[in-house]
């Protein structure tokens, strides 16, 4: 199961069809094979072993994609780090993750310089654009005398580790949640049929390459030999432009990605007519947008939920009609339970954590076995989810343990709250979460995001809310109007961020 053997398969069976697409970049699988084995050859000739770890800082390019599949050929372990982490939080997860090669951009020269005295392990700095600078190496440098050819034979087995990737961090410290070579192929083979991708398919991402979703079209993307279409960053009008243009089939995406598409002028059953999956993913989707979606283009919605540690559920597109408040059934191979604080299964219909396991689950946080044994336990991993299931099986999700707000003793589940915030007319998006309250310990908050040219205010919205509501315990105490949610690299809403910036704000008057 070494991923790495899946690009020169295809280089040598399939050598003309189109591999890769990326701004001016058009690039079979001989020409893709022929860019990664010179990376993988330049790694071992620079003295890269098997098991070194090997951080990218690097927003959505091709260089990222030659070190994701350079890495497989050679048994080095990729960490995907995001470009929009600061000194402290690189200092940490570099020496954390004990990497020895850093791959970057121009815009993070003066970040990393400043921080070099306290990289414990790091010897090497690979610059992927702009001009060179003193103690980097350009990558056309680092490349440039390398063989095109195969690197020699590595011997890799099942459970050597491919990746590294950093959790988050919305729940606290981000954890390094390791990933080996089969834990990867299981996403090839588990996802493209779920996904009913093929060696045809035009799979198109547009999101961050150091979110883990993006490996649940990634990786079946390269096991079938299909053509993947990487954009540098979210655009929607780019977005329908490509899907137009080159025929795609299959995006995962964000919520507020695809909320995003349908608030463009240009989305519409023509344009979008190729595409047979709209899969979200990453967040909670509210029903008022799935309701959207399904209307206006019916038959390709999936959801899935799931964690980085390894535990999914797949609402499928032909299970949509019927169970669309759901986030779906386990995929073949995996197995669910919902548990009460006791560790007892709860009946159909009742709250509890959702548990779960399956082939692609952690080995665990590297290097933190105190945390790997509270999450998985009796190979099983203990999500942080509060859910239920009903009679058939289907999981509905209710909300984080950790964003529950428990307001004069009543368990209060923000995401209901949100599921009537966005039914609005004016409003965008939505984020509730829990605030002190000197009487009933917490109360409900909503930061709210208007559409384009919304005329409403907090207060009028405060009364819309709070009219709407099912229960007393339910209304918010306050809403705040934002121009921008503020999220992480993977697209989700940082509700941490938003308690800090109402606790000063509340701390100034």
Known sequence: ????????????????????????????????????????????????????????????????????????????????????LREEGLITLLNDSDTVLVVTSHAMIEGIDNIRPDLMFVRGYILTDGPSSEGWITYQDFVGAASEDDPPYIEISDHDQYNIIYSSGTTGMPKGIIHTHSIRSMYCTLFASAYRITPESVILHSGSLVFNGAFLTFMPWMYLGATYILLPQFDAEAVIEHVQREGVTHMMMVPSQIIALLNSPNFNADTMRSVQMICSVGAPFHRQHKDELNRRLPGVFYELYGLTEGFVTILDKQDVPAKIDSVGVPPPFFEMKVL???????????????????????????????????????????????????????????????????????????????????????????????????????????????????????????????????????????????EFLPRSVAGKTLKRILRDEYSQRNAKK
Not at 39 to 45: D, K, R
Not at 357 to 371: H, W
Not at 405 to 414: A, D, E, F, T
């Open 1 to 84: 199961m070494n991923i790495g053997t899946l690009l020169p398969r295809h280089a040598r069976y399939r050598p003309h069809h189109n591999a890769v697409l990326l701004e001016n970049h058009r690039l079979t699988y001989l020409e893709f094979n022929r860019r990664v084995n010179r990376l993988a050859n330049a790694l071992l000739g620079y003295g890269i072993q098997k098991g070194d770890k090997i951080a990218t800082i690097l927003p959505n390019c091709l260089e990222l994609l030659d070190v994701y599949w350079a890495v497989a050929r050679i048994g080095a372990v990729v960490v995907p780090l995001s470009p929009l």
């Open 340 to 482: 009460d604080e006791d560790g007892k299964e709860v009946p159909i219909g009742q709250v509890g954590e959702i548990v779960g396991r399956g082939p692609i689950l952690m080995p665990g946080y590297y290097k933190r076995p105190d945390l790997t044994f509270n999450a998985i336990r009796d190979g099983w991993l203990y999500t942080g989810d509060m859910g239920y299931v009903d009679a058939d099986g289907f999981l509905y999700l209710v909300d984080r343990k950790k964003d529950l707000i428990i307001s004069g003793g009543v368990n209060v589940y923000p995401r209901d709250i949100e599921e009537i915030i966005v039914q609005h007319p004016m409003v965008r998006e939505a984020a509730v979460f829990g605030v002190p309250d000197d009487k009933w310990g917490e109360t409900p908050l909503a930061a709210v995001m208007l559409r384009e040219n919304a005329t409403t205010t907090s207060e009028e919205l405060l009364d819309w809310i709070n009219e709407r509501v099912a229960a007393r315990y339910q209304k918010v105490s306050e809403v705040v109007v934002v």
